[in-house]
């Protein structure tokens, strides 16, 4: 399509003036929204777990027009949601070219092109932007400035023009008006100083503002979009109060409900097609990974109120499979795949993303990290091993057994030393590996289920990796069978 350059060819083109001059960027978002509704699309590609709890409401806040925020802990892809809005707006925009604030052809608020439409008239250039250049996003913190957000009184400007100052002409814009009639993302909001939110809140209330004292006309059109941590937002003092009435909708975001929701993003935003090649990742792994923030989010030492991203279970997915990548360097094998010793290897891609309480701290952010590795291993064995007899391979170990799994060795050295465990060959069926499997596969199998067995106390292993009998092996304590997919559903009722 040959998109009209001047006033005058948009005039008569469907963009016509009656079309334009009153749509309003949420009448647009609406618009946009609602033929997608229609047509059955998908609203948010790549989101998963928000179907049927934060997505309905975010159409309901478009649909209403609002303004609105989503409250949630850390990496709960809140920012990506807002970002995602951007498929809401149309394909491409016109402008006044040349306009810092992306002025409506047929309704310029800056004067510079109320002068420009004066002069040129139906000659006037127009511009065309692509929705992502209309999404604006700032993280706010306590040394943000009303120049940085609304703008400033340029004196130089002011003094080459022969303007004077708090002239239109003389303002240096913030990122508000450069997101004019696009969408405006403010995270972390309660971390902006009281006295920005009030210039925020004038300009979105009555399109006026007040620059070093000078007032400035600047009627806005913005989709105005926030996010926060929900204890920070609802703290008395945080947000001032007229803010807070002109935000539409609070949206509570949630982390993934079922470990199969927390797999299917992992397996989506971690680097996992090494050269190309689609990886092989047995499932209990990317189980266990997932249910080390699980545990975490139960863990009493880390602390609540801060959360634990989904950006752990991703890194840490990443991780482990450089550590699998590195073996299978070394040794020369084709297959990589990862075992258990290699999320115990990820430890650097989960210390950092824990924020513990003073209990954890004490303990120590590695202490605390293999801990939770070794819960998850257990609660992932039990949802494999709950109903299997496995006291065969316990007793091999009481028998005096020993055996050492270098996380370096090689698979088919590996697999020969395994082979002696009695028992332990039978039950990879129930992980659906079987002896025709590679030995990369069935080394990771066998691996998962000595390390389940430790940790649930019921095999010993060392620091060098030699698993052994345990230290009580008198008798078998009953597995805590899992419950999690069941009470960490969250989200908001809807009455
Ligand atoms: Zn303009």
Redesign the pocket.
Known sequence: MNLPQTLGELRKSIFSEEWLRTRRVKDELRENLIARLRGGEALFPGIVGYEDTVVPQVVNAILSRHNFILLGLRGQAKSRMLRALTALLDPQMP??A??????NPYA???????E?VQERGEETPIAWLPPETRYVEKLATPDVTIADLIGDIDPIKAAKGGHELGSELTVHYGLLPRANRGIFAINELPDLAGKIQVGLFNIMQEGDVQIKGYPVRLPLDVALVFSANPEDYTARGKIITPLKDRIGSEIRTHYPATVDEAIAITAQEAWERRDGRPPHVPKYVREVVERIAFCAREDKRVDKRSGVSQRLPISCMENAMSNAEQRAIRTGERTVVPRIADIYAALPAITGKLELEYEGELKGADSVARDLIRSAIARTFDQYFANVNTQQIVQWFDLGGEIEMDNNAAATDLLAALAKIQGLNDKLGTLGVKAKDAPEVQVSAAEFVLEGLHAHKRIGRSEERVFSAGEKPARRPEPPVEREDFHNRRGRPLN
Do not use: A
């Open positions: 402008c006044i040349g306009c810092e604030i992306h002025d310029p608020i800056c004067r510079r092109c109320r420009l």
